[in-house]
C-alpha cells in the first residue's frame, strides 16, 4: 500500500478570486502537500489561477480539476498544457472532463451527445501535441484534424507545435462519475478524480476499476472541518452534497444524482431533487445521511479525524485533495496524514 499523498483543492471562484488562494497554496508547499488543483465552471477558467500560483512557488505540482472539454479544442488545451509545465519546471497535471449538457450546450454552445468518444478522442490529440512526433492528425468526427468540411476551404494542414514540450508524458486525469467513463479513464488516463468517493464501501466503483494499472492513480477531494462539534462539519459537507444532487444537473440528467442512487441512496436523490427544484434547500441538506456525510468527509476533533483517516489509507484513493480555505485546517490535515 502506497504512502496517502496530500493537495489542495481550491475549487472554482464564485464572486471573484479566493481572497488567500496563493497563500493556501504556499503554506502547502511548505507543509508538504503534493499539489494543488484549480476548477472551472462557467466563471474563472483553471489555468489562470495555477499560472499565478506556479509563479509564486518552487515545488508543489499544479492540477486542474478539471478544465471542460468543450471550453477549449483539444489542440488549445494541449497547448495550455505544455506552456504551464514549462513555465512551472515540469509540475503541471491535466485534469479534464466532459461536464454536463446544461453547461456544456448553454454555456460553450456545443453538442454534449457521444461524451466517452469526445473524450477518447479529445485525450489522444492532447497526447499527439505533447508527444511532438509527428504532426497532429484526427479521423474522428468530434475533432476533425485537419478540417475537412464543405462549409471550409479545404487548406488545413496537419501540423506539429512549434514549442518543445518539457515532457511528453505529462499526467492526464479525468473527472468521472459514469461507469464507462470511470472505466475509459482507467484505459486511457493515467489517474481519476471523482466527485463522491466512500472509503468505508469502495463497491459502487469495483467494476469500473478492475482493469486499473498499478500505477494508476485516484485523487479525491475530501471536505475538511477539524472541529469539536461534528454536526457543524457535517452540515457544510452536506450543503455541498445536496447542491450537486439537487442542483447540478436538469431534472431527469443529473449524473451527481445518478452516482448518489448507485451508491444505494435513490429514495433520498429522488427527495432532496424535488426539494430542491422547490426552492426547499433546507430540507434538502437535512435529507443526506448523516453517516453518508461523515463517510466522505474529514470533520471533528483530530482524534476522531486521525481514526477516520484509516478507512482512507486502506483504499485506492491515493491522494486526499483537501478542501479549505483555512492554514490551520490545512496544517492539522498535513500533520494527521503525512
Known amino acids: 500500500m502506497s504512502e496517502l499523498k496530500l493537495g ?87 485534469g479534464l472532463g466532459v461536464s454536463g449538457p446544461q453547461v456544456v450546450e448553454g454555456w460553450y454552445g456545443q453538442p454534449f451527445p457521444k461524451p466517452l468518444a469526445r473524450t477518447r478522442e479529445y485525450i489522444d490529440i492532447v497526447r499527439q501535441v505533447l508527444a511532438r512526433e509527428a504532426p497532429v492528425t484526427n479521423n474522428g468526427p468530434h475533432y476533425p484534424l485537419p478540417y475537412l468540411g464543405d462549409d471550409g476551404m479545404g487548406l488545413g494542414k496537419s501540423l506539429k507545435p512549434i514549442v ?21 479513464a482507467t484505459e486511457i488516463a493515467d489517474g481519476w478524480l471523482p466527485l463522491i468517493y466512500n472509503p468505508f464501501d469502495e463497491s459502487v466503483y469495483a467494476d469500473s476499476l478492475k482493469d486499473a494499472k498499478p500505477d494508476f492513480e485516484i485523487n479525491q477531494m475530501v471536505m475538511v472541518d477539524v472541529n469539536d462539534d461534528v454536526n457543524v462539519g457535517l452540515l457544510k459537507v452536506k450543503t455541498f452534497l445536496s447542491f450537486y444532487i439537487g442542483g447540478m444537473g436538469a431534472k431527469n440528467t443529473n449524473f451527481h444524482k445518478d452516482l448518489f442512487c448507485r451508491m444505494g441512496y435513490e429514495a433520498e436523490a ?30 471533528g476533533p483530530k482524534d476522531r479525524i ?17 478542501a479549505t480555505t483555512d492554514k490551520k485546517q490545512l496544517r492539522d490535515i498535513a500533520e494527521l496524514v503525512l
Open 8 to 94: 489542495l483543492a481550491q475549487g472554482y471562484w464564485s464572486r471573484g478570486p479566493h481572497e488567500n488562494f496563493v497563500e493556501m497554496a504556499q503554506a502547502a508547499e511548505n507543509l508538504g502537500y503534493d499539489s494543488v488543483w484549480s476548477a472551472e465552471s462557467w466563471g474563472n477558467d483553471a489555468f489562470t489561477p495555477l499560472c499565478w500560483i506556479g509563479a509564486q512557488t518552487t515545488k508543489i505540482k499544479l492540477g486542474t480539476a478539471v478544465v471542460q472539454l468543450s471550453a477549449r479544442t483539444p489542440t488549445a488545451c494541449a497547448m495550455h498544457a505544455l506552456s504551464l509545465d514549462l513555465l512551472s519546471g515540469g509540475r503541471f497535471i491535466l
Open 164 to 184: 518543445h514540450p518539457l515532457r511528453k508524458d505529462i499526467p492526464i486525469f479525468m473527472g468521472a462519475e459514469g461507469p464507462k467513463n470511470i472505466a475509459l
Open 270 to 299: 429522488n427527495k432532496i431533487q424535488q426539494l430542491f427544484m422547490e426552492g426547499k434547500r433546507d430540507e434538502a441538506v437535512a435529507t443526506i445521511p448523516d453517516e453518508f456525510a461523515d463517510n466522505v468527509s474529514l470533520v
Open 306 to 322: 486521525k481514526d477516520r483517516l484509516q478507512a482512507w489509507r486502506d483504499s485506492k484513493v491515493t491522494t486526499l485533495l483537501v
